[in-house]
């Protein structure tokens, strides 16, 4: 079903300064008296064969390899490649230095709502706190823990500001940390390429291990024993398509081949069930999934197919206790529905509805907890928090206190709790990220994103409203706008139109 979300935001416009009016009015007679030369590329002929056809690429010479971009003695072709890069860049600085105060002026806008030194909510897992921070001038990540307790000393596991240091460019992807928790894994890009080598660092001692595994993207999947992990490489394409393991503190060419997907329309994937029973390896399409289990405790045992892939059958898999939990569109449920198996018979034909389909509810998603089932859904274009007993009672959605908002669970890896980790956003509210109490049903208020500044949230109002479109459809609008202006029709309105893909 075709939906259509449509966004008012009714709002005082203010007028930029007329400085920066009259700047922007001359930039046309400014243009006039610059003489300044655009650099041009030179054009060399490269075929491109694909698929049978053939393309004239005359700027093919300028690609580069992920070696040419790192060294750092540039050969005679990378050389050429960076001196043309830079005049780009000086033509650009020369044609725009009119703009400079007025950059300068949205720069120092932007950058004075943001606070620069903050902290993520600490979440909990394995006994740990985790928490992801920043410092003022810095412009990478500090990933910390503390054991037991937020009042216990901090740990430093990964300061990515040092790690970064000798590069250009930086990221680190998929910190994963071993059931033990003493060793820690995690991908690094030093080129903006998404192909990450992993990385381990011993935690217990601060020392990085000598395995670096290149091509990869970025996650790893601890199995049980504390030394073995999954990860996912990467084709030429960029395209997830095999699965290799690893045991850490041994040479990546011993690597093993786990699962390689050959249909290119596919990516592969690897996981661990949160009941940390089941290393789950999946292949995903748009229209299409697969997915088999290997048992976390045997990472050297034999894979078993959970269900075959079938076109137009969707599906995806949690597990609890001694069954598996499927949200599937089978049997032309279009929104999605959540269906129910044993944990040794595991094919479609075994599949029993436990939440049927809804045509007015469209199910995005499943958090399992030991006492609780969380849904994920979207009701009337509003995305809710529904949590449900295991045994039938308790079933409740969420309630944020607002009429137009987006809710989604957060991070939740601890399975034996009642506090729901969710975030919460609206018209009119910042990020907020709150504690859920399931069996209280009482939020608790943790963090709310800082808008630095003389912004209040309670200077303005939102309301929703449906509207019927020619066809019958009904259309959500959202609308917000400070409070006290007139309804005179008068006002100046943004308006932004969202027509969804399904």
């Not at 007028?15 to 030369?37: L, W």
Request: proline share 3%.
């Amino acid at each position: 079903m075709k939906q259509l979300m449509v966004i008012f935001l009714a709002i005082g416009l203010h007028a930029c300064q007329t400085e920066n009016k009259e700047q922007m009015s001359n930039t046309s007679k400014m243009y006039q008296k610059k003489d300044i030369i655009a650099p041009v590329a030179k054009k060399e002929s490269h075929i491109i064969s694909t698929h049978g056809d053939d393309r004239e690429d005359n700027y093919y010479w300028m690609r580069l390899t992920d070696e040419q971009k790192t060294t750092e003695k540039l050969d005679t072709h990378t050389q050429e490649v960076v001196d043309y890069l830079n005049a780009e860049n000086e033509y650009t600085n020369e044609m725009t230095a009119h703009l400079k105060t007025f950059q300068d002026t949205l720069f120092n806008e932007m950058v004075g709502r943001i606070k620069q030194t903050d902290m993520s909510v600490p979440y909990r897992d394995n006994g740990y706190h985790y928490i992801t921070r920043y410092e003022e001038g810095k412009e990478y990540p500090i990933y910390a823990r503390k054991k037991g307790s937020m009042e216990a000393n901090e740990e430093i596991m990964l300061n990515v500001n040092e790690l970064a240091a000798e590069y250009e460019y930086y990221a680190v992807s998929g910190l994963s940390v071993s059931p033990d928790n003493k060793i820690l894994a995690f991908g690094e890009d030093p080129v903006s390429r998404r192909q990450y080598t992993l990385r381990f660092k011993n935690l217990e001692t601060g020392e990085m291990y000598d395995d670096e595994i290149e091509n990869t993207t970025g996650g790893a999947t601890w199995a049980n024993d504390n030394k073995t992990i999954f990860y996912t490489r990467k084709d030429d394409a960029l395209r997830s398509y095999k699965i290799f393991k690893h045991i850490v503190g041994t040479s990546a060419i011993d690597d093993v081949e786990v699962f390689h997907e050959e249909d290119d329309t596919f990516n592969a994937l690897v996981y661990k069930t949160k009941s940390k029973k089941y290393i789950v390896i999946g292949s995903w399409a748009t229209l299409s999934q697969e997915f088999q289990l290997l048992d976390a405790d045997q990472p050297d045992g034999e894979l078993r197919m959970f269900q075959p892939r079938e076109r137009n059958l969707e599906y995806s898999i949690g597990h609890y206790d001694d069954k598996w939990y499927i949200r599937t569109n089978k049997d032309g449920a279009k929104n999605f529905k959540v269906m129910i198996t044993p944990e040794d018979a595991t094919t479609q034909e075994n599949w029993t509805d436990y939440i049927p389909h809804r045509e007015d509810v469209f199910l995005e998603g499943t958090e399992f907890f030991k006492n609780y089932l969380v849904l994920s859904e979207r009701i009337e274009g509003i995305a809710k928090v529904r949590v449900l007993g295991w045994d039938g009672s308790n079933d409740h959605y969420i309630n944020f206190g607002e009429d137009a908002y987006l809710a989604y669970t957060s991070t939740n890896p601890e399975f034996d709790t009642d506090q729901l980790r969710v975030g919460f956003t609206s018209l009119t509210t910042p990020n907020t990220t709150f504690d859920y109490d399931m069996k209280s049903q009482s939020l608790t208020k943790l963090k709310q994103q800082e808008v630095v500044g003389d912004f209040n949230p309670k200077d303005y109002a939102s309301e929703r409203l449906m509207i019927t479109a020619r066809d019958g459809a009904r259309v959500p609008i959202s609308i917000v706008y400070k409070k006290g202006y007139q309804k005179d029709g008068k006002q100046p309105l943004l308006l932004y139109g969202y027509g969804s893909y399904g």
